[in-house]
């Protein structure tokens, strides 16, 4: 092997790990919903080739909120599923489309768009009120 | 590409209390000084207010609050609109993003066809690409050398530039979403089809970039400098294709749902202060009086207050033939009132309305995610990180161990390894088909709630019908009169007389066919009903009693002379009551709910797709028997109770069989809940919907099999695409990497690999597509039953 192929052998086993690192492992810091007492607990979720914030923790029991506000017209994230609670909308470009649902049992529940292709998280925690 | 963000939405309100001009003026006022709302139009005739409003600045709820504290009366705008609305919007986004592709796919194909022609000379300039699509290219460098001499004359750096020319603007324009969108992703540590494209496209553009700004330094560093324009505008044509395709197909998908909310018409005639006038439909209250004329839609659900008519409810139902609608009986909203003209009271808006639920059951059942799916789920997650670390790895085997030049093949390699992977085929697997086949079905009038119902009714091997109101029409009809000395038309009167106020679903059918025969009535008076046995009254002057034989024998009459009548006519599923004048037997009247004439061939065809029946009855087992027989039901289970139901399902579950339970979803709840494929059946459009996984909205036991054979049909389509969509991306990935490259010397180009990928995501929607053309045999030669 020549100097040049094991340089490029090594970027390319570096290329790898870094690609693998950055889309599964990098930190996607969950945002807590607001909203207390016994009201729908709402988020703001910006889709624009992604959804952020991509993790959502709320608490289980209560009504949840996903307000997803469309900033792209790209085919892609034109639905969102929420396939646990039955949930398929069209979202509307440069719009506010509220999606709401109760995650009645703590757990993670997943939404993605209508492919399944850009997926976010809900995380369910056990709530006070809620059952454990 | 993304339009100014000033976007308006039109909401119309209904408003009450108005009485004047100058109410409406003020309302008028008040919203149009609202903040977000660019117009309103508040109309005092038909009560409702129409309002354009910017959707980021206000929401329907803060203007039906600002009408109220004027002191009106208003409602939030009912969901069906917002529906309606909602579908409006995504077709004209759809209308819009076709229309965007078209003229980007124009452009592209224009520059890539002028690029073909301006890279013929390149190409007998640097003689070393010895692929299929080069050979394929052949003839066209000839044309060229014919027809344009004087592009040999260029010299190559002048060529190059022309393609870079070319190349720019679709890149930057026409290409431009997939690297914005790519972007985005890719700053969510997330990556999808865009990310494969914009890498792919990108690598390929800036390498021959450099090999045309900088030709010279890459042919002393021993790399020829090769450029590929060319493959660049291909393949943006050819992914902008599949997009087109793709963005016109999904639209059909959901192409039920629109038409179902199509049914539902524009205006409403109703009747206010003694007039007739046209209300927009949001304008509807509960308890309006409608008026609807021949040929026009029904827009509402109520009840008939007069008139009568024929309507044609198939758009809900299925069933073809028109239903006879006469006053008191209910009509439903979005039907066709077919010859007759009449009044009805409007008792249903809304969400509530059965076209709502409807609509509301379909977008449920495509918005679950079918079990299926889950496999499908978890490898696109991890799709295409995947696929650019095998394009990585490809580039470094290539580099070290391919052919030279090395870098380029390399680069060609790896750009075609990130083309033709395909993550859409996959991603769109399961839900096209899934989306196209409850939509189909539920014009067909079988309500599917969604993929997982479709994939266990697939594997269902054992059917169990309740027999009241599924296998028979579950109204009790008087079969036979039997007299001894009084005619039988008098003996029926008397009987009818007695039953009047019996309440018994027996007496009910006597009643009703006294009063099919027309005959007249007279009061009983000292009525003595003794409950599950019979019941006694003076007609006339007579003692008239109606019961069974174990009554006679209780008030002294010798049931003896017609006893082996009885007998036979019970085996033959009758129930006979007797009938006793003045202490002697007078003569039977039998009843019997009477089988449906589809029923028969709905248990042959389950048993011809082998699956087995069982009829479920809380009648004695000489009645169940009988209709067991007349239906050629493979075992009959009697004298069940309703908790029995529950336990006989969970027996058979047990024996380790995939269970559907068939019932009218009222009183066998439980059962259906149980079983593994509940299926709830109705006459006509009054059924519990929301009681089963499937809703048969037409009352003929046909539909069972139609349903399964439907399930059964879906599932084969979503294994295909699966199959599809797995297969074209393990065997395309390889061989884009070049794993044929070492024993047969086969690689693809880029262009190839773009075009592979456009077809295998079309592929996978026309596929579902095909779903649309299912089923429906069933509805083509349909009767109702004889007693109807």
Not at chain 1, 73 to 91: H, Q
């Amino acid at each position: 092997m020549t100097p040049l192929q094991i340089a490029v052998t090594l970027a390319g086993v570096a290329a790898i790990v870094w690609v693998n690192w950055y889309f599964f492992l990098a930190a996607q810091r969950p945002v807590v919903a607001s909203g207390a007492g016994t009201g729908p607990q709402s988020v703001r979720i910006v889709v624009d080739g992604g959804y952020s914030p991509s993790v959502v923790t709320v608490e289980a029991g209560r009504p949840v909120r996903l307000e997803f506000e469309r900033r792209e017209s790209s085919g892609c994230t034109e639905e969102v599923v929420v396939p646990d609670f039955g949930i398929r909308t069209f979202l509307p470009a440069h719009r506010i489309t509220p999606v709401q649902f109760t995650p009645t049992r703590p757990g993670t529940y997943e939404f993605t768009c209508g492919m399944g292709m850009v997926r976010g998280r809900l995380v369910a925690r056990a709530g006070k009120g809620g059952p454990a | 590409m993304d339009t100014a963000a000033t976007s308006r939405d039109q909401c119309t309100i209904p408003v009450s209390g108005m009485t004047c001009a100058a109410c409406s003026a003020r309302i008028q006022r008040t919203l149009e000084r609202h903040a977000g709302v660019s117009g309103a139009n508040v109309n005092l005739m038909t009560g409702a207010a129409t309002v354009t409003y910017d959707p980021t600045a206000t929401t329907p709820g803060d203007l039906v609050s600002a009408i109220r504290a004027t002191g009106y009366g208003a409602e939030l705008p009912r969901p069906e609109q917002s529906a309606e609305s909602l579908v409006a919007l995504q077709d004209a986004a759809r209308a819009e993003e076709i229309g965007e592709l078209k003229w980007k796919l124009a452009v592209s194909l224009a520059a890539g066809v002028l690029a073909a022609v301006v890279s013929a000379p390149l190409m007998v300039a640097t003689e070393h690409e010895q692929d299929p699509l080069t050979a394929f290219m052949m003839p066209l460098t000839v044309l060229v050398r014919h027809l344009a001499p004087w592009a040999y004359e260029l010299s190559p750096l002048v060529l190059r530039l022309i393609l870079l020319g070319l190349t720019v603007p679709v890149v930057g324009w026409a290409g431009r979403q997939f690297y914005t969108r790519a972007w985005t992703a890719f700053r969510h540590h997330s990556a999808d089809m865009n990310t494969l494209i914009a890498v792919g496209t990108g690598a390929a553009f800036l390498y021959s970039l450099v090999a045309t700004l900088a030709g010279g330094w890459l042919r002393a560093r021993g790399v020829e400098p090769h450029v590929y324009y060319e493959s660049v505008l291909w393949i943006i044509a050819l992914v902008l294709l599949g997009n087109l395709l793709e963005a016109r197909a999904k639209g059909r998908t959901s192409g039920a749902i629109r038409r179902l909310i199509g049914l539902r018409p524009a205006t409403a005639r109703v009747v206010r202060d003694g007039g007739e006038i046209e209300v927009p439909l949001a304008a509807l209250r509960v308890g309006d009086e409608a008026v609807v004329r021949p040929g026009e839609t029904i827009p509402a659900d109520g009840v008939i207050l007069d008139g009568a008519s024929w309507v044609d409810e198939s758009m809900l139902t299925g069933e073809p033939l028109p239903v006879r609608k006469e006053p008191g009986h209910r009509v439903v909203g979005a039907t066709l009132n077919r010859n007759g003209a009449f009044r009805y009271r409007i008792d249903r808006l809304g969400a509530d309305s059965t076209l709502s639920r409807i609509i509301g059951l379909v977008q449920q059942a495509q918005g679950a995610r079918a079990p299926i799916q889950r496999l499908a789920d978890r490898i696109s997650a991890v799709f295409v990180p995947v696929v650019l670390s095998i394009a990585i790895a490809t580039f470094v085997l290539w580099f070290d161990l391919g052919p030279e030049p090395a870098s380029l093949n390399a680069l060609v390699a790896a750009v075609t390894v990130l083309i033709i992977a395909c993550p859409c085929a996959m991603g769109l697997a399961v839900p096209t088909a899934v989306m196209v086949s409850t939509g189909r079905s539920a014009e067909l009038g079988i309500l599917i709630r969604g993929g997982e119902a479709l994939e266990r009714s697939e594997g269902l091997q054992t059917v169990v019908f309740d027999k009241t109101g599924t296998i028979t029409a579950g109204r009790p009809v008087v079969q036979q009169v039997l007299t001894r000395e009084v005619p039988s038309a008098e003996l029926l009167r008397l009987a009818a007389s007695v039953e009047q106020l019996s309440g018994h679903p027996l007496g009910e059918a006597v009643l009703a066919e006294a009063e099919r025969q027309g005959l007249e009535l007279d009061t009983a008076s000292e009525l003595e009903v003794r409950t599950g046995r019979g019941v006694l009254g003076l007609v006339a002057g007579h003692r008239v009693a109606v019961g069974n034989r174990a009554f006679m024998d209780e008030i002294g009459v010798d049931g003896s002379p017609l006893s082996d009548e009885a007998d036979r006519l019970a085996v033959e599923g009758q129930t006979p009551l007797l009938v006793a004048l003045d202490g002697a037997l007078a003569g039977l009247v039998t009843v019997a709910d009477p089988v449906k004439v589809e029923s028969a061939e709905a248990v042959a065809r389950l048993h011809g797709m082998h699956i087995e029946t069982v009829l479920l009855t809380g009648d004695g087992s000489a009645t169940a028997a009988a209709v067991g027989r007349a239906v050629g039901v493979g075992r009959v289970v009697a004298d069940v109770l309703p908790e029995g139901k529950l336990a006989e399902i969970r027996r058979i579950q047990q024996e380790g069989r995939v269970v559907a339970m068939v019932g009218d979803g009222l009183n066998d709840a439980p059962a259906l809940a149980q079983a593994d494929v509940g299926i709830a059946m109705g006459t006509g459009t009054d059924v519990a919907m929301e009681a089963g996984a499937i809703t048969l909205m037409r009352g003929d036991p046909r539909g069972v099999a139609e349903a399964i054979l439907l399930a059964r049909r879906t599932m084969r389509v979503i294994r295909q695409n699966l199959f599809w969509a797995f297969v074209y991306n393990v065997i395309g990935i390889p061989v884009a990497a070049g794993a044929l490259y070492p024993a047969f010397g086969l690689r693809l180009t880029p262009t190839m690999a773009a075009a592979a990928m456009a077809i295998s995501s079309v592929t996978v929607v026309s596929n579902s597509l095909r779903l649309r053309r299912l089923g429906g045999r069933a509805v083509a030669h349909s009767e109702r039953t004889a007693h109807v």
